[in-house]
Each structure stands twice: as structure tokens, then as C-alpha cells.
DNA sequence: GAGAAAAATTGGAACGTTCCATTTATTTCG
DNA sequence: CGAAATAAATGGAACGTTCCAATTTTTCTC
């Protein structure tokens, strides 16, 4: 049934009659080859049981199709579903995109990166993990090999980034917070060498200061952005002061963590505590209460950065214009009293 | 700063100063270098920033350090959890893995699987797409290549499986609801063309005869296993028979759809109607209600996944015991009234 | 300090592909 | 029909590594 030993281009052009040149056209598509000769060489490759040695391929050519996805949080569905989109649009490119995880750990980060650049990936799409080092990627850039950020960028890189206005999305957040009457508004969630975090930061800043409320940075906690950063965030903020009656979290993940921490005290969100997110992932509409959240629109940033992608490998550069995203807010429950269901009725 | 074409071992070799066949056994830490010549190559590596070519070694060695995972839904958090999961023992085992997401598409998959064979991976762990064909890692299998399937089998496949005892899994998760009085109850989500699909709705049985209640086949409603697929499925059993007071669902994601359209529908979970899930991912203790589900130990799921792939690739071998995980219910809100609050008061 | 033994280093062939320059086969047409 | 043009097929070198056998260097022993 099957053989034992790999069949190469070799074996096929034995099989087939032809020689290995021909068998190598075949491969590639080649129009050179005249038609009844190549589907004599398919029919080949199918009975010795070939797979083509993309090592051995690009050996040769020098550039490869698979293009290296870099996540810092796949258990976060955000950046899960960013990575489906991205790879969706991949795929109907021709190209394959293999997806590695880092868990937020810059060390497993450098190793991950190795990896795809031994396999000779073409192209890397990276969510820096939290601490990765801001000339991190620089060198691999310098060496010719398009690399993008996605959602997040680093200090003083010149890497090109795929994001949402986070200045922006914050903003309008916290507005909405304070339209709703509150003015003790902590924030929660992020890291100061992060600089999204500063960006978003930033546009809550901003909207306290239009509104003429000034800024407690004791209300601004950092926190992991994952869930579990959530609830000790909201613990924090609490306790540092009691007063406060709204929250605008650095992501939905964090927003989940304030709100069960919320639960856990007695305060019942949307009603007793104001939730704002970030990323409006599936989840916030059918959270109970459903969360407002400032939506980013993640399908459309994904195939942003997959067309940026390809078109700095087709182009032979590593350089592309920053994309910031539009954001939107999706208001709900979680963050005013029956507010939103005025709206729906 | 960074040379514009590719530095390879002969540069770094007239670097050093010695042979490009010192440099090779360096690079792969061997003994027999002068611990000297070791550290003056390492360095000219850094100087040239030398990039080992994964590519050009399996050439030779015909074997390389990266397995494939292949994943039917990433976008649902327990695959996500559990692709993490094993990526962490991979690493620590000093493997890489790289992750590829099929959407339960086999075209898709297939085309995955092309790629990861033809980068050369020395192992593939797999939770097959919806669909897929039988035979479908047959021929892979056959050729040498370890394959694993994780969480789904195939009917009549030989390749090895590591996945929770689905028939007891349901059988408990069902037993649970008769014990709750519950004598209307539908199983959601899932199609016949999965085996797992046989193994849970056999345990559903199971439990209902043991109780002495007869099956209704309309009561098994066919589904997308996501979100979803569980609000199609819970409206087709409601309108089925208006009379069902509960639900066993395929896995979490479709308990979620079942819930959020009960709540549409101005039922209560967790009061008006039963509700249990399986997979108990992270999200089912947080969700109001709280989703009573079946445990499968993900991360010990994954980590035996990882260890039999290990030792697949070390001792050459295709060939493995399944491994059948042990299942736990976790009763919370969503199946009882007010049950759960009692217990944790 | 010479010879043997051990340690360290090295050149060259091989891995499976692509691509160029050629060769060979086929078609065109004056 | 024969020459020119075109189409199809091919052999060989090259890509960057590993590994073997061979060589050179170092260390040991008497």
C-alpha cells in the first residue's frame, strides 16, 4: 500500500517516463509542459505516493509560502477569532499561515520566532507578548523579512502596525461613563510599558478632562489583561476607593473579571457598578448582563493586516503604512440602569 | 548593521576561522569541539546573524523538531485551551508546534495538512474537521508519519485517540437531570456522523433507560457544536415538544446558544428549564447562570496528548493505546432550582 | 622526546528541489 | 520539402546543511 522509503521528484519522473525538469514544471503549474505529459506525471505523483519537499524547494528558490502568526493570547477569543480572520484571508491567497501561542512570555516569544524563521517563513503578523524587548524585532526586519504588528506595537519600533484607535475607543468609553452621571471612574487592566495602554489611557484622560473631571492616576490599575487581571484589578480599585461607580476596563477579558468580582461583593453590574470593555468579542452581547464594549471591528482589522502582509512579501519590502481602525460603541447593559433597554424596546 | 543577503554556515565558518563542519557540530552542541573553538564560533554567528536553515538540514537528516496541530474551531475556547495546553509540553520538550485552524472545514483541513507534510513535520496531532472522511489519515499514517487524534475520532480509523469518556460523561450529565425530576430532555447539538456524537447521545440513552424513561428521538435535535448550532437546536426541541424541561448539550458552546435563546424566549435557565453542558471550560463557572458541566480535564487531556505524540516520534512508531480521560460533573446553577445556591451556602 | 592514543578538525558527498542553458520534437509556411 | 520558428523536454549545477572517513593536532606514556 504504502512505501516505505519517501518518494522524490526522482521516483515520480521514473514512474511517469519523463525526467525530473518535467516533473518539477508539473509541480509548479508550469504551462511549458504539454498537457497529456502532465497529467501522465499527476497520475504518477499519485501512485508513488509523493509529497513535495518544501524544504528542499525553497533551498532553492529562497522564499517560501507559509507566513508565521505570533499570538500573545490565544485563550483570549479575541485574539483567537483575530487569527482565524487573518488565516482566512491567507488562505484564499494561496499562502499557509501557521499560528504559534506565547502566552504573554517574551522568552517562549524569541523562541517561536526562531522556529519560523528556520522554516524559512516569508512573512511574520506578531502580538508582542507583554515585556517583549522594543528593539525586538528589528534585527529581523533589518534582514529583509516583512514583519507586522498586530493590536499591539511596541516603543520606538518602526514596525508597521495593524490597530484600532485606541485613543479614540477610550475615549468615547469613558464619555459615555460619565453622560451616564458618574464621575469616579477607575481604569483597569494593562501595563505601562504597553503602549496601547497608553493610548488608551490616554483617551480616558482625555474624556475626564473635557469633562472637566480630574484625574485620579489611584483610580488607574494595572493589572494582567486576562480575566483573572480583572478581578484583582476591580479588588484594587475598590479599596483604594470605595467611591467609585464605573470602570473602564484595557478588554472585554477584564471586564468579565471586574464583573464577577462585582458579583462577589454584592454589586450587581449595570445597576450598582458601570462596566465598559474593549475588543467587543462574541461573548459581550450574550453576557448577562450583556456588556458595553467599544467594538473594534476585528474581521476587518484581520484582513487589513493579512492584505499589509501580502502585500509587503509580493512587494519585496518590509515597509507599509500603519492601519488604525475605526472603533465603535456598542452600548449595553452593563454599563447603565435599564438605559439600554429603553433603547431596544 | 544586518548583511542584505543570507548568512550561512560557510560565512560563519571563514569567520571563526574553521571549518563549515565545525561549525555544524556547534550548532548542534556537540562534545567534540574544543569548548574555545565553541564559543569563538557562537560569536561569529551572532556577528554574521546567522540563521540556521531548518529547510537544508532535514534535507539531510530527514527528520525535523516540529509536530502540527490541526484544529477544527479554534474559536471555541476549550479547543483553544487544549491546543495551549499541548504546546506548552511540546516546548518544554523542546519541540515546536504550530497550530492550524480548519474552521470544520475539510477542504480546508486538507489543504492544512498538505502544508504541514510538506514543511516536513515529524508528527501531526489532529481534532478532525466535521466531515472529514474516514480514511482521510489513513494514508498518512501509512506512510510512516505519527498521527494523533485528539478529543474526535473517525469511524474505522486505526490511528490513536486521546479524548474523555464521552458515553459516561452524558450519562452522568443526564442521570443528573432525571435526579432533578426532569423527565422531558433533549440532547442538542452534534451530527451522526461524528463518533463522539454516538458516544454522548449513547450515554444520554443509557441514563434514560436506567431511569426507565423512554427515548424520543425527536428529542435529539442535530446541530452546529457552537453557539450557534445550540440556539437552532434549542428552538427545533422546543418546537418539537413544547413540553421539555431540559437540555444535555453537545458540548458548552451550544449550552450557551441554548441559554441565551431560552432567555429570548422569556424561560430562565437554571429555573424554568435545566441546563447541561460539556467541556466545562473556563467560562461555564462565570456565566449567569452557572453552567453545570461535564469536566474532561483539559489540560491533563492535553498534556497526555503531547506524551504520546513524544513518544510516537522517539520511538518511531505510529502506533499507540488510546487514552480515554475521566469526566467530572460540575453541578452548578444552570441545571436546578436554586440547588446549587443551597450547596454553596 | 618518540610513538601511540585520544581529541579536535576537516573536506567531500549526499539530501530533493529549481533554474538555466541546451537539446530534441513539433509546427509553420514560403 | 526544408528551413525557420516554436514548443517541449532535459541534464547539470546550485542551494545550505549533515555525516562519514580521513587528517591534523594535542595529550599521554614510558
Known amino acids: 500500500m504504502a512505501n516505505r522509503m519517501k518518494a522524490t521528484i526522482l521516483d515520480v519522473a521514473q514512474r511517469a517516463g519523463v525526467s525530473k525538469s518535467t516533473v518539477s514544471l508539473v509541480l509548479q503549474g508550469s504551462p511549458l509542459v504539454r498537457p497529456e505529459t502532465a497529467s501522465r506525471v499527476r497520475a504518477a505523483i499519485e501512485e508513488v505516493g509523493y509529497v513535495y519537499n518544501r524544504g528542499a524547494a525553497n533551498l532553492r528558490k529562497a522564499h517560501s509560502n507559509v507566513v508565521g502568526m505570533i499570538i500573545n493570547d490565544l485563550t483570549n477569543p479575541f485574539f483567537a477569532e483575530l487569527?482565524?480572520?487573518?488565516?482566512?484571508?491567507?488562505?484564499?491567497?494561496?499562502?499557509?499561515?501557521?499560528?504559534?501561542?506565547?502566552?504573554?512570555n517574551p522568552v517562549r516569544q524569541e523562541e517561536v520566532v526562531k522556529s519560523f524563521?528556520?522554516?524559512?517563513?516569508?512573512?511574520?503578523?506578531?502580538?508582542?507578548?507583554?515585556?517583549?524587548?522594543?528593539?525586538?524585532?528589528?534585527?529581523?526586519?533589518?534582514?529583509?523579512?516583512?514583519v507586522l504588528f498586530v493590536m499591539r506595537r511596541l516603543p520606538g519600533s518602526r514596525v508597521p502596525v495593524v490597530a484600532p484607535d485606541n485613543h479614540q475607543g477610550a475615549f468615547v468609553g469613558t464619555r459615555h461613563l460619565i453622560g451616564k452621571g458618574h464621575r469616579r471612574i477607575a481604569f483597569l487592566g494593562g501595563f505601562p510599558d504597553m503602549v496601547v495602554y497608553h493610548q488608551r489611557v490616554g483617551g480616558y484622560k482625555a474624556a475626564l478632562a473635557a469633562a472637566g473631571i480630574e484625574v485620579d492616576d489611584a483610580l488607574i490599575v494595572e493589572a494582567d489583561t486576562n480575566r483573572k487581571g480583572g478581578m484583582g484589578a476591580l479588588e484594587t480599585a475598590l479599596a483604594r476607593d470605595p467611591q467609585i461607580s464605573a470602570a473602564l476596563c484595557f478588554n472585554d477579558a477584564v471586564?468579565?473579571?471586574?464583573?464577577?468580582?462585582?458579583r462577589k461583593r454584592g454589586l450587581e453590574p449595570g445597576q450598582d457598578f458601570a462596566i465598559v470593555g474593549f475588543d467587543d468579542v462574541a461573548e459581550a452581547q450574550h453576557y448577562v448582563p450583556a456588556l458595553t464594549s467599544v467594538a473594534v471591528d476585528t474581521a476587518g482589522l484581520g484582513e487589513r493586516a493579512a492584505h499589509m502582509m501580502l502585500n509587503m512579501i509580493r512587494g519585496g519590502t518590509t515597509h507599509a503604512e500603519d492601519h488604525i481602525g475605526a472603533v465603535n460603541l456598542m452600548v449595553r447593559a452593563s454599563c447603565g440602569p435599564e438605559l439600554s433597554k429603553g433603547r431596544a424596546a
Open 255 to 262: 471586564a468579565f473579571g471586574a464583573m464577577i468580582r462585582l
Open 83 to 104: 487569527a482565524v480572520d487573518i488565516e482566512r484571508v491567507f488562505q484564499s491567497a494561496g499562502l499557509v499561515s501557521f499560528l504559534a501561542n506565547t502566552a504573554e
Open 117 to 146: 524563521m528556520e522554516q524559512g517563513v516569508s512573512g511574520l503578523i506578531v502580538s508582542p507578548a507583554h515585556g517583549t524587548r522594543p528593539d525586538a524585532f528589528e534585527r529581523i526586519r533589518g534582514s529583509g523579512l516583512p
